[in-house]
């Protein structure tokens, strides 16, 4: 691991490919696990990762590249963690958090399902590319400084907050369509935001780099609607 993370802060950041991203990815996320506790209770990991795979095996379906990742889920109970789906597949979830929201299998599918579209649709490439077109100096300095600077330096995350509001929503919609053809009801996958809206601390303020929860609730209404009412669900 020490060489990985070596080999990844010798290299600039111009034009990192997904298998960097990828790579840094797996490097950060074995560091995670070994921060906090993990899969401490045996009933929730096991729950989170039924739902995981039926989500992963349609991610596979729709995205053929999925299929090669070394897909990883664990679980932690950690409060300072919601869930997350890192580059290539390795996902943490947090217990206190799904039991915060009182969330059942469909709307935990949703939770699920939204973090792996991040993943599934490059986000974070996507993101590193932007930054160095908007900041072309990044790329003369490691990729390492990049991946920090994205999360961390207030200049560039201004500049980065319409196209982190477009992930999140984009997220959110082929997420729900994701578990919809996983074979959940739209309409249960949905509820998942209603308890987010209950759940939050600030449901109707749209931040620039996030939309409001209330705005990804009535998203979320509005596309199961229509899925339920133009589309047979998958199965049937």
């Not at 929730?44 to 991610?59: E, K, P």
């Not at 039991?99 to 490439?125: P, Q, S, V």
């Amino acid at each position: 691991m020490a060489a990985l993370l070596l080999a990844a802060a010798c290299c600039h950041a111009a034009e990192p490919t997904q298998d960097e991203v990828m790579a840094r990815a797996a490097a950060i996320y074995a560091d995670r696990l070994g921060e906090f506790v993990i899969d401490r209770d045996p009933r929730f990991t096991a729950r989170v990762r039924g739902v995981a795979d039926v989500l992963i095996a349609q991610a596979r379906r729709d995205y053929p590249e999925t299929a090669g990742w070394a897909w990883e889920v664990h679980t932690t109970d950690d409060a300072r963690q919601n869930a997350d789906c890192m580059a290539g597949g390795k996902i943490l979830v947090s217990q206190q958090y799904v039991e915060r929201l009182g969330l059942g299998d469909a709307e935990l599918a949703m939770l699920l399902a939204h973090e792996i579209e991040h993943a599934a649709l490059h986000h974070n490439l996507l993101e590193y590319q932007a930054a160095l077109r908007l900041e072309p100096a990044w790329a003369q300095r490691p990729f390492a400084e990049l991946e920090y600077a994205v999360d961390n330096n207030a200049g560039l995350m201004a500049k980065l907050a319409s196209l982190n509001y477009a992930q999140e929503e984009e997220a959110d919609r082929e997420g729900l369509r994701l578990a919809w053809r996983a074979g959940w009801p739209a309409a249960q996958l949905a509820g998942y935001f209603r308890k987010m809206v209950r759940a939050s601390d600030w449901p109707h303020g749209s931040k620039p780099d996030y939309p409001s929860p209330s705005q990804r609730r009535r998203d979320a209404q509005a596309l199961a609607v229509l899925l339920q009412k133009n589309y047979v669900q998958p199965g049937d």
